[in-house]
């Protein structure tokens, strides 16, 4: 009888466990996907923390604070052509999900700053770099020609070196006041080691040619999707 009164004891300490880490999971896993929200959030204001009117550094605000101002943004979702998706929503886009599926069934989030005295276009950009994904955001003047600021990120590039992409602010500094045509024609920011026209190139970090040929490479595919829409705002 002693035996099976344990068997019953360990039996119900087992259930307990389990329903136990089961709710932990389940808990903990709202709590990642609330601060993965924030940070994508983050990303986004960074593009444009030259022109915020909220703070100097996005990284000063609160989270809360960044809702806040994120929830400010007009937010639009892009179909390939140009034309407006109203049945999703930009801020839950994943573009690595987006690039898997046939390109007339791609969508692009735009983001829409106003900082009271002019708005700013927020593209959203992805790419290959040495290792695995890089991805970042590209903010456009009213112009929509200048370039008023940039922010990169990365799955798994080299610290002190395609890293930097993220980890050096003067790497995404150099994009401010580029411009993405010339002449009339698209022509992107191009990452070089040595760059020699300022309106359309950014020096490369040394040691990361890879990583700054697929920052290249991202730029010029990921800008170049949303020409469509830039094309119809203009003739507006």
Not at 23 to 44: C, H, L, P, S
Not at 46 to 63: I, W, Y
Not at 108 to 132: A, M, R
């Amino acid at each position: 009888m002693k035996t099976n009164y344990t068997l019953f004891f360990v039996f119900i300490l087992t259930a307990f466990v389990a329903v136990s880490l089961t709710g932990y999971r389940e808990v903990t896993k709202e709590v990642a996907k609330q601060n993965e929200d924030i940070f994508n959030k983050r990303a986004i204001l960074k593009a444009v923390e030259s022109n915020l009117v909220e703070a100097d550094e996005v990284d000063d605000l609160e989270d809360a604070e960044v809702l806040e101002v994120f929830n400010k943004m007009e937010s639009r979702v892009l179909d390939m052509e140009g034309e407006e998706v109203s049945d999703v929503v930009a801020a839950k886009i994943e573009m690595k999900k987006e690039r898997k599926k046939p390109e007339d069934e791609q969508n692009l989030p735009l983001f829409i700053y106003d900082n009271g005295s002019e708005k700013f276009y927020i593209l959203s950009v992805f790419g290959k770099g040495l290792w695995d994904d890089i991805w970042g955001y590209i903010a456009l003047k009213e112009d929509l020609n200048t370039v008023a600021g940039a922010a990169f990120d990365h799955k798994a590039e080299t610290p002190g070196l395609g890293a930097e992409i993220k980890d050096n602010p003067a790497f995404s500094k150099a994009f401010e006041g580029t411009e993405i045509f010339k002449d009339g024609e698209f022509v992107s920011i191009n990452v070089y080691k040595a760059a020699k026209d300022r309106k359309h190139e950014v020096d490369g970090i040394s040691g990361a040619t890879i990583t700054c040929v697929g920052v290249s490479d991202m730029l010029y595919d990921g800008i170049e999707n949303y020409l469509p829409y830039l094309e119809k705002i203009k003739s507006k």
